[in-house]
């Protein structure tokens, strides 16, 4: 979980990375300080008595090798990445010949009704919003399909992957062969797409989603997937669907990964005892007790509590927050019941849901047993829309059939 939420919170936030080069600095910032630590201390004389010569030679020699680490490490990767000045470029998903040997399926959703053809190996964690999300959308749609619960410290089950994030599907082709596809929005639009019109395979429809680079504001390059929110109908668009629907659809889908997702950490990790709660909730609801040993389990939520705890408040000043983090949760439910009251349908999509209602949805299930969550449903509309959709994603939803079973089982199904 500690990876896990420097995941979401981060990941949705895109600026935050504690990756290898921030890491560097910190430690080249650390050995520098030492080092100036320690001349300071020789000059006041005080070495002698506090610090014996071999230890400054130690810290001075432990700074040298840091430093000059550090930058070989950097310059070479600079180096090595002649397109880091590159813009668009596209790379088409990944296609694996094999499924991955050492790869453990956790459980499977098995629906004798689902007509869709597809087998889907979803990776994630299970309080991941995105992977609720795509999970809330697999289910509503009652199609079968297989989950790999990724441990979000150690992330064994990924290590055969260049992409480290979930959610990740792989989607079997017509010759065998695995489609990988990453991020949220894009394995919902191309199941959708694949559901839409069977003629084509889904490999196929794959090559309509590719990643592609993009400079932020801040001049970092970044990944993104192309036509994420975009269902691929080709010539065969709904007739129900007016370009008003799609257009819509399209607004809150942005909405959930944009806005709704950044407000779930400030307010679920907000105090110590929050975070620890919250991440009690994560081993319950993700199973962790019986998909994980026992010291595995408990790494993940205090390492996770305390990394989320620290992280929250950076998020909280990255997204302008003010201290009363509940105030923006509920004005951004107030916002989505509002529209729907305008609308004056039961769900965003209608009669029936959406993908905007299983998006926004799935982002809110992700925190459905905390605090947050309860305080939530005191403040604001957001109960009836929610458990409505709740219902029938559930009815929908295929029979659980376990498969690795590590631990002592903590919840009766
Ligand atoms: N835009 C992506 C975001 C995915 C994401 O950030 N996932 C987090 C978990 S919720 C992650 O895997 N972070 C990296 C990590 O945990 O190491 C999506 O919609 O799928």
């Keep these: 979980m500690l990876s896990f939420r420097l995941l979401t919170a981060l990941s949705a936030t895109r600026s ?6 921030n890491l560097r600095f ?3 910032t650390i050995a520098r300080r030492n080092f100036s630590n320690a001349l300071k ?3 006041s004389g005080s070495s002698t008595k506090k610090s014996p010569n071999g230890t400054f030679k130690l810290t001075l020699l432990g700074a040298c090798i840091g430093a000059v680490a550090g930058s070989t490490y950097t310059l070479y990767t ?5 397109n880091s000045h590159k813009e668009h470029e596209r790379t088409p998903p990944k296609v694996i010949e094999y499924f991955p040997a050492d790869v453990r399926i956790t459980k499977r959703f098995i629906n004798p009704n689902d007509t869709s053809g597809l087998d889907i190996v979803l990776f994630q964690y299970q309080t991941c919003p995105f992977c609720c999300k795509v999970r809330a959308y697999l289910d509503y749609m009652g199609i079968s399909y297989s989950v790999v619960e990724v441990d979000a410290v150690l992330r064994q089950d990924i290590r055969w992957s260049d992409v480290k994030k979930v959610p990740m599907v792989l989607i079997r082709q017509q010759d065998g062969k695995y489609v990988q596809m990453t991020d949220s929005s894009a394995i919902i639009s191309l199941v959708a797409s694949s559901l839409h019109d069977k003629r084509m395979d889904v490999g196929e429809l794959a090559q309509f989603y590719p990643q592609i680079s993009y400079f932020d504001d801040d001049g970092k390059k970044r990944q993104d997937i192309l ?3 975009f269902l ?3 010539d065969r668009t709904p007739k129900n669907m007016t370009r008003e629907i799609e257009e819509n659809e399209r607004k809150w889908r942005t909405w959930a990964d944009n806005h709704l997702v950044h407000l779930i950490s400030p307010n679920c990790y907000q105090t110590f005892d929050e975070a620890l709660e919250t991440f009690e909730w994560f081993a319950l609801a993700g199973e962790w007790d019986i998909h994980f040993p026992k010291w595995e389990r408990d790494l993940m939520v205090y390492c996770g509590a305390t990394a989320m705890w620290v992280i929250a408040k950076i998020l909280k000043r990255r997204h302008q927050l003010t201290d009363d983090v509940r105030s923006h949760m509920y004005d951004a439910l107030n916002k989505w019941t509002a529209d729907l009251k305008k609308q004056n349908t039961k769900f965003m999509g209608g009669k029936k849901p959406g993908l905007a209602d299983l998006s926004v949805f799935g982002v809110l299930s992700s925190m459905e047993g905390c605090q947050t969550f309860k305080d939530c449903l005191q403040n ?3 109960g009836k829309w929610f458990y409505d959709v709740k219902e029938l994603v559930q009815q929908n939803r295929g029979k659980l059939h376990r498969e690795r079973i590590v631990g002592v089982p903590a919840l009766a199904q």
């Design 16 to 21: 935050y990375s504690l990756n290898s080069q």
């Design 26 to 28: 910190v430690e080249f």
């Design 41 to 43: 201390e020789v000059k």
């Design 78 to 82: 600079r180096i090595c990445d002649k």
């Design 227 to 229: 036509n994420k929110y």
């Design 232 to 234: 691929m109908y080709q």
């Design 380 to 382: 604001t509309n957001i």
